[in-house]
Nanobody, 118 residues
Framework: QVQLVESGGGLVQSGGSLRLSCAAS????????MGWYRQAPGKQREVVAR???????NYVDSVKGRFTSSRDNAKNTVYLLMNDLQPGDTADYYC????????????WGQGTQVTVSS
């Protein structure tokens, strides 16, 4: 059973930083794109960032310049460094393994909570 395990969430003051990690249990994820999603209370889950298998990244406009996603394939781990956090960033954050082929399944982590106080 392939698993994604997130860590690094917590409570931080406005302007602070956190680094989330998402560790995969299998090296199959070297061929997966990895997405970071978040879901705030009462809102739909939204994609925040994505890093391809080759390391290219893209971000939703609201986090550009503040969030950086990266991956270490040797460790089967993807990271989301979040700087200048704002109360609007408060949400549960999830990583998602997105396969290169539609015949393969995607995987979700269990989520980690990020709370930003003003």
């Amino acid at each position: 059973q392939v698993q994604l395990v997130e860590s690094g969430g917590g409570l931080v003051q406005s302007g602070g930083s956190l680094r989330l990690s998402c560790a995969a249990s299998a090296n199959i994820f070297t061929i997966y794109a990895m997405g970071w999603y978040r879901q705030a209370p009462g809102k739909q889950r939204e994609v925040v960032a994505r890093v391809t298998s080759g390391g290219s990244t893209n971000y939703v406009d609201s986090v550009k310049g503040r969030f950086t996603s990266s991956r270490d394939n040797a460790k089967n781990t993807v990271y989301l460094l979040m700087n200048d956090l704002q109360p609007g960033d408060t949400a549960d954050y999830y990583c998602k393994g997105e396969p290169p082929y539609i015949t393969m399944r995607n995987y979700w982590g269990q989520g980690t909570q990020v709370t930003v106080s003003s």
